[in-house]
């Protein structure tokens, strides 16, 4: 029986959401320079040798197969994703987009036909950001936007950045020798879930992203007095977690109140001492916000800002605000959006354009050249979460689509 490229594509982002490829034995769980990350990168590495790329590791150990083109000296086209995962996540976010960048390269070798152009398909080591408190650390090393304290940051284990590059034969002193020399990249696809229910709800399997919204992720340290429970009258305390389910609540009252694309997230919260009988003497947050226009996000993170402050006035604690990673919005280029909406009207849908609410390594790309995203619905629009589903019959579309995209843009590169 044969099988088709695109159901499998998804069939092995399936194959990696379990052991080996995960670090948990219960769910999954695919951090940056771990086992379960090596594992993966030897399957993915195999299957694009299998595809007619070469293949080889930068010093962030991103994952990248390569296949040639007639003109040696030519920009190269980039189709990337990532291979990490969140904790507890789904198979198909990050993974999809790199089986299918193969499966496209796979198509052109079995036909034999070579583009004017080479095709580099990406696997990043990082975009969650699970592993260590930032995100995008593959891309942003490709692109040479990776912040010079990004080597100093350590996991949750104590394990700094430098010893897991050692583990895989690198060091972050070599970081740097990741990023690609500026003018080699002619154009970048990522491909990836929508990650919302758009397209469920209008019946599409795909659609063309006109951009990513800006993002701001924030680090808030509440510092109280721990107490006895039992012992410290309510008008004594200096609660820390009673002061922060207040700024909570007024995070998400600012940004219901904003009504528009505008939408802030306090996504983990962490309390010290812990206990039972102990009032909180220290709590930690984060809050991630996102707009589709740079302004606008800012207003409403200047907004928190004074509102978490008068909350801690009130409540006799301490605040601290660290900025975790701030990113601009992400506009994709015209140009390739017009490309990708002809190749899907030429599967037999229609084009459907719409914003990225989440981040994806596009954003750190687009430092190299014009970004163009390819969304696929996901059933119920769910992401990030164990019951996370793409339709076999969608990933064929996408194929189709990419390769599509990849034919007119080896034929606008031919006429330039």
């Not at 972050?172 to 990741?178: G, I, P, R, V």
């Not at 808030?220 to 107490?227: I, L, M, P, R, Y």
């Not at 309390?271 to 740079?294: K, L, S």
């Amino acid at each position: 029986m044969v099988i088709a490229s695109g159901a499998r594509a998804a069939a092995r982002c399936l194959d990696l959401s379990r052991a080996p490829y995960s670090d948990s034995a219960d769910r999954l769980f695919r951090g940056w320079l771990t086992p379960a990350y090596r594992a993966t990168i030897d399957r993915v590495g195999a299957w694009m040798e299998a595809a007619g790329m070469t293949v080889r590791h930068d010093a962030a150990i991103n994952l990248i197969g390569r296949y040639e083109g007639t003109h040696p000296d030519a920009p190269a086209l980039v189709i990337g994703s990532h291979l990490d995962s969140v904790c507890d996540g789904g198979a198909y976010d990050g993974p999809l987009g790199v089986m299918l960048g193969i499966e496209c390269v796979a198509a052109l070798h079995a036909e034999g036909r070579r583009l004017p152009f080479a095709i580099e398909v990406i696997g990043f080591g990082d975009e969650e950001g699970s592993r260590f408190p930032a995100a995008m650390l593959g891309s942003r090393a490709v692109a040479g936007t990776l912040a010079p304290h990004a080597a100093d940051m350590a996991d949750a284990a104590g394990i700094g950045v430098d010893a897991a590059l050692r583990e895989f034969g690198s060091e972050a002193a070599a970081l740097a020798s990741a990023r690609r020399a500026p003018g080699t990249m002619l154009a970048y696809l990522e491909t990836h879930i929508e990650q919302g229910p758009v397209l469920e709800a209008e019946g599409l399997a795909l659609g063309t992203v006109t951009g990513i919204a800006a993002q701001l992720r924030l680090e808030v340290t509440v510092g109280g007095v721990a107490g006895h429970a039992g012992t410290v009258t309510m008008s004594l305390r200096r609660d820390a977690l009673a002061a922060a389910a207040r700024m909570v609540s007024a995070i998400e009252d600012i940004a219901v109140a904003d009504a528009s694309d505008l939408v802030a997230t306090v996504g983990r919260i962490e309390i010290a001492p812990g206990a039972a009988n102990v009032i909180a003497g220290e709590v930690r947050f984060t809050v991630d916000i996102r707009a589709g226009a740079t302004d606008r996000r800012d207003r409403a993170a200047a907004a928190i800002g004074t509102a978490m402050d008068a909350i801690a006035g009130e409540r006799g604690v301490s605040i601290i605000v660290a900025t975790i990673h701030d990113l601009p919005p992400c506009p994709c280029d015209t140009k390739l959006m017009d490309l990708l909406d002809a190749a899907i009207v030429a599967t037999w849908q229609p084009s459907r354009r719409l914003m990225s609410g989440a981040g994806h390594d596009a954003m750190a790309m687009v430092a190299l050249g014009p970004v163009a995203m390819l969304f696929v619905r996901c059933a119920g629009g769910i992401s990030h979460h164990p019951a996370e589903h793409v339709d076999p019959a969608d990933a064929d579309a996408a194929f189709a689509a990419m390769r599509g995209f990849i034919d007119r843009l080896g034929e606008e590169y031919r006429d330039a």
